[in-house]
């Protein structure tokens, strides 16, 4: 389980903390869904648990064990990052997925390394296109080849920082699809960021919404109220119902 506590963030002594006071609890399998305005702390909260910047003040714990004791190498064998416009370089499809347990093997990879990989592969249905050039996929597949990287480490948790922006609706859908089979059939639990209420609604668990380096409101979809997506966004929606399921509209 991720336990934030009272995390406090600034780029320099003299600015205004980026993340206040901020805290946060995601359960072991499940998605969690950061929202809130360009600005509210999400990418830095990223930052900070990924261990690219490091907190004033607060604690980053999972299972209990904290984050900010843990070596680079220790928390890349834990931690696996899906960022938004995934660069892999003059690689084959395998070998961008190889370049996933190099926090386990360092600079040889062994034969256990290896078959990790064919089987994530496999279970990623990338088989077909293990062979070829990263520079030639499309968008899904490129989003799919970066998932594998992220989950052959066996990390307990993922990041993606805003997974669908430049993706077109099937590729969206995809990657909802693939993001939920994460938490169901491999345990791992993943944190999100998303820009697009009716996304977030059709893939997270939990959520929680950001204003000003805090999360104000978190839980389940009953904390998505057009009260609070007005105090977040500072816009009025409304929220509609079908079959059960809520959809956000415009005013």
Not at 208 to 221: A, I, N, P, Q
């Amino acid at each position: 389980m991720l336990e934030i506590r009272n995390l406090v963030f600034r780029y320099s002594k003299n600015d205004s903390p980026i993340l206040n006071g901020l805290n946060l609890t995601l359960e072991d399998g499940k998605i969690g869904i950061l929202l809130g305005e360009n600005g509210a702390g999400k990418t830095t909260l990223f930052k900070n648990i990924l261990g690219i910047e490091k907190p004033e003040s607060g604690e980053i714990l999972f299972d209990s064990v904290s984050l900010l004791d843990k070596k680079p190498s220790e928390r890349a064998r834990m931690i696996s990052y899906v960022p938004q416009n995934p660069v892999f370089g003059d690689l084959t499809v395998y070998e961008t997925v190889l370049t996933g347990r190099i926090a386990h093997f360092g600079l040889n990879a062994g034969k256990s390394d290896h078959e990790e990989v064919k089987k994530v592969i496999e279970q990623m249905g990338l088989e077909k296109i293990s062979n070829r050039s990263t520079d030639k996929l499309s968008g899904g597949e490129k989003q799919k080849v970066a998932i594998a990287r992220a989950i052959v480490s066996s990390p307990k948790l993922i990041v993606f920082d805003e997974p669908t922006g430049n993706l077109d609706l099937a590729n969206e859908m995809l990657l909802i699809n693939e993001t939920r089979k994460l938490s169901e059939e491999y345990g791992i639990s993943v944190l999100c960021s998303l820009h697009n209420l009716n996304e977030a609604l059709r893939l997270g668990d939990k959520f929680f919404l950001m204003k000003d380096g805090k999360t104000e409101y978190s839980g389940g979809e009953e904390v998505i109220t057009e009260e609070n997506i007005e105090k977040i966004y500072n816009v009025i929606i409304k929220i509609i119902k079908s079959e059960d399921k809520k959809i956000i509209v415009g005013v």
